[in-house]
């Protein structure tokens, strides 16, 4: 018996630095970099529908009321027909979109697991990635977040796409804090071949092995590539005077920070996203009967 509904989460993505790899078709193509997997993503509730249909809504800060800000998902409407099926979807998240959380990945994964469980359809959960990442490669919304969002941790993937090499650490035990001062449209920076050059150039030479030098790769990264914007400058110089580990979310025009003292660092800048690290990936929610 079809179930009424079907909720799955995915966490999202925040990517510290990256390069751009390019493959023979969509599924070859993807990134490496580092970044850390977070415990706020994008939860995602389907329904049998005789047509697709989306509606996106995102937390209020004041109290967590679900706001609508879209009724559309061209990406999530293409991933539906590649499946072959009409679902409806209703997405939700407490973070910004399109600032550099990852969250166009994690929309992706937990609406295609939510629906494989939703109308039985057997796909081992590396089929789900891979329809995702290549709609997200198609889409250029994102490289490597389908990757990373497969599992949890502080992540370094050495190789593109979903079954690229991942070393995976669990080190990081304090809040990471953020802050965003708007999106940072993804496609043109993504299908822009002189800033993936000056991306590519800055992408550090060495494996980060412990979360120090994790945040020291991503500085060298942003200050290289080209991306830092003032607002985001400003930040990271506050973090360093008071040696708080920090760095740019990629792609967003914002700041993440990791500490006990991260949150009020950065709460002169507006308002704070507090998150830890996830200790999973995707994963069903609730079935509805």
Do not use: W
């Not at 989460?9 to 990517?15: E, M, Y």
């Not at 991933?79 to 990852?102: D, H, N, Y």
């Amino acid at each position: 018996m079809t179930p009424a509904s079907v909720t799955a989460f995915c966490p999202g993505h925040i990517s510290g630095y990256f390069r751009r790899v390019d493959g023979r078709n969509p599924a070859t193509t993807g990134s490496v970099g580092a970044g850390i997997v977070i415990s706020e993503g994008v939860t995602a509730t389907v329904r049998p529908a005789e047509r697709s249909s989306v509606v996106v809504r995102v937390l209020s800060s004041g109290g967590g009321v679900p706001v609508e800000v879209s009724r559309s998902s061209p990406p999530l409407i293409s991933a539906l027909e590649k499946l072959g099926v009409t679902i409806a979807v209703e997405t939700a998240c407490r973070l910004p979109i399109s600032a550099g959380f990852g969250l166009s990945a994690a929309a992706l994964l937990a609406t295609l697991t939510a629906t494989n469980r939703l109308l039985d359809l057997g796909l081992p959960a590396d089929e789900i990635a891979e329809v995702a990442h290549e709609t997200e490669v198609t889409f250029r919304t994102g490289l490597g977040d389908v990757a990373a969002c497969q599992g949890g941790g502080r992540v370094v993937r050495t190789g593109p796409g979903i079954h690229g090499t991942i070393f995976r650490s669990f080190d990081l035990d304090a809040p990471v804090c953020a802050v965003s001062f708007g999106p940072i449209h993804t496609p043109d920076v993504l299908g822009s071949p002189p800033q993936m050059a000056r991306v590519a150039a800055a992408f550090p030479a060495r494996q980060p092995e412990t979360f120090t030098d994790f945040f020291a790769c991503c500085r060298e990264f942003s200050a290289g590539s080209g991306l830092e914007t003032p607002a985001v400058q400003r930040v990271l110089a506050e973090c360093d005077r008071h040696h708080i580990p920090a760095a740019m979310t990629m792609l967003g025009e914002g700041v993440f920070a990791y500490g006990n003292q991260a949150r009020d660092v950065l709460r002169p800048f507006g308002e704070i996203y507090e998150m830890g690290m996830a200790d999973a990936g995707v994963r069903i929610m609730e079935v509805t009967a």
